[in-house]
């Protein structure tokens, strides 16, 4: 291959994690905006949506047409596939982050920081947003120790969520004025479990990248 193609590479990685990191902060910013009932950032991690689509278009337009002129293969190829599911799932992560700031917007009232804080929703955000980013950091470095223990720590995500489901559906039952807000939080831990699915799909895909060999992390 030649320089140039691995000039075009670099740069396309580099774009790739800078996506990356940009559906990471919504996400981070909008479970700081549920934390602390903050409407106004989360009005603001709204806005961000469309910044977001526009990286993944232009993004998603640059890798077929590096494929299209040097048609990769090998170990190029594989970076293209990674490179390809980051966008991927940095997009979902992203628009995970602009739902849970509707749900901010939309339940917001002085009433919800305990709520919040009992079904252990900002635990479970910090234990997901350090999956992502170690998914990143080990896109960008090609070190898969930060990701050697992805599986045991979704596991970790999945049962924290069934355990909010079963704290919510108990303060539902107690107070009954609690059952929309509930029903709105115990729909954010859905989407925060779906953030760490797509945190072990990157994973996955670097692992492939690096190694040659697939994986299924689960």
């Known amino acids: 291959m030649t320089d140039k193609f691995h000039d075009e590479m670099a740069d396309m990685r580099k774009k790739v994690l800078e996506m990356g990191l940009f559906a990471e902060e919504m996400l981070r910013n909008a479970t700081d905006a549920l934390r602390a009932t903050d409407t ?4 603001e991690v709204k806005a961000r949506k469309k910044a977001l689509s526009l990286q993944n278009d232009a993004l998603e337009e ?12 090998a170990r190029d190829m594989r970076a293209v596939a990674c490179a390809l599911k980051v966008i991927a799932s940095a997009e979902r992560i992203g628009r995970y982050g602009k739902d849970i700031a509707n749900v901010v917007i939309a339940t917001g009232d002085t009433r919800q920081n305990d709520l919040v804080s009992g079904l252990s929703l900002p635990h479970m955000a910090g234990l997901v947003l350090s999956m992502i980013d170690d998914s990143l950091r080990a896109y960008e470095t090609g070190d898969l120790q930060f990701i050697a223990h992805h599986s045991e720590r979704d596991d970790v995500v999945d049962a924290l969520r069934h355990t909010i489901f079963r704290e ?11 059952i929309t807000r509930c029903m709105n939080y115990l729909m954010i831990a859905r989407y925060l479990e779906r953030c760490a699915d797509h945190s072990c799909k990157i994973a996955e895909k670097v692992h492939y990248m690096v190694t040659g060999e697939r994986i299924e992390i689960k």
């Open 40 to 43: 106004a950032l989360a009005v």
């Open 62 to 73: 640059e890798v077929y047409k590096i494929i299209a002129l040097y048609q990769p293969v």
């Open 168 to 178: 919510g559906i108990t303060y539902m039952m107690e107070d009954p004025r609690t």
